[in-house]
């Protein structure tokens, strides 16, 4: 029989990686159009249409759990699909994005993520290890609370700066939520503040960028969800970066579910995050 364990301590680089090659073989299964726009006919946790591709995905990743569970490891499971799943301990939270930018994957546009964060509470703030595969590029960011970042392996530098251009505007701003009409209530705002603009259509992907000092800094021109931004969020901090949800009087004091809470801000300083914080969002 086994004995209970504390998740926190559990293998989660190794489970998160067991996932990437179980989603990887699901995405090369259907990879048409066509097929990848399949729909369960459901909504999920998150409120948008499940894709047949979103719920095999998240099957994936709940088979690795379950692998968890046996080894006798307990948490609480928050998916954007299947919403909060019982493992037998609320104080430890599994946070899942299994697809991060599903209309990129159902389109062939190759940033498409999974993302996984663990946590000892309910608030940014907590989380202790957050895992972002990118299937396009195929890069495996990931972080550890207190320890530092890593892309495929190498550490990030948490000294990497910004880059500016001669009229002090950032060189590359990352932007999510890219609806015309959320870009064009911004806009005056993001004119000032960046040289070039670039929307990946995954924030979990995006905040990765700014981890790794490719984008200068990223917001999200309306609310997020803690599923989107939970492991992100962690490789940011953590490659020496930083990153608010403005909405809340804590930073880093959103919850880590499947509502739309805040937008989030990340930069590479300080001084640009309350730069970045002054770009309105819907």
């Known amino acids: 029989m086994s004995t209970t364990r504390s998740a926190i301590d559990a293998d989660w680089l190794s489970a998160c990686r067991r996932a990437v090659a179980g989603l990887e073989q699901v995405l090369a299964d259907a990879p048409s159009t066509a097929e990848r726009a399949r729909e369960t006919g459901t909504r999920g946790h998150g409120g948008d249409r499940t894709l047949l591709i979103d719920r095999a995905a998240e099957l994936v990743v709940l088979g690795e759990l379950d692998a968890l569970k046996a080894e ?7 998916s954007e699909e299947g919403g909060e799943i019982d493992y037998g301990d609320r104080s430890v939270r ?11 994957a159902k389109r062939g546009v190759p940033h ?38 890593w892309l495929d392996g ?32 911004s806009i005056d705002a993001l004119v000032g503040s960046a ?5 990946m259509g995954t924030i979990a992907s995006a905040l990765c960028q700014v981890a790794a000092a490719r984008f200068d800094g990223m917001v999200s021109l309306r609310n997020c969800r803690g599923v989107d931004a939970a492991a992100g969020q962690l490789i940011v901090r953590e490659a ?4 608010s949800f403005p909405r809340f ?12 809470s805040s937008p989030i801000i990340a930069a590479r300083t300080a001084e ?10 819907v």
């Open 72 to 78: 006798g490891y307990r948490f609480t499971a928050l």
């Open 240 to 243: 020496g970066g930083r990153v």
């Open 112 to 149: 498409h993520a999974l993302s996984i964060a663990v946590a000892a509470g309910e608030r940014m703030s907590d989380v202790v290890f957050g895992f972002v595969y990118d299937f396009g590029p195929a890069e495996e960011w990931y972080a550890r609370r207190g320890e530092g970042a």
């Open 94 to 104: 599994v946070i899942i994005d299994p697809i991060d930018g599903s209309l990129n």
């Open 249 to 260: 009087a804590d930073p880093l004091g959103a919850p880590l579910d499947a509502t739309p």
């Open 154 to 185: 190498a550490a990030l530098d948490p000294t990497a700066g910004e880059r500016r251009g001669r009229d002090g505007r950032l060189e590359i701003l990352g932007i999510e939520s890219a609806d015309p009409r959320w870009v064009a209530a």
């Open 272 to 281: 640009t995050l309350r730069e970045l914080e002054r770009i309105p969002a």
């Open 195 to 199: 040289y070039r603009l670039r929307a």
